[in-house]
């Protein structure tokens, strides 16, 4: 998922690993790796808001 996309659902990591990225001032920032058990893009549905990240997968995922 892409930062500034419609958030319309999250995710549960039940394998692989995880990047999560924020672009600010045209700066892309690593902010963390998620693992299983880790779950994201709950920020945009919580608050009705576009994406606040990018995540992408660094190995094969698994994800609920």
Known sequence: MRQGDVADRFYVIDAGTMRV????????AELRELGPGALFGEIGLLRNVPRTATVSA???AVLY
Request: glycine share 10%.
């Open 58 to 60: 660094t190995t094969p």
């Open 21 to 28: 990225t924020q672009q600010r001032d045209g700066v892309e």
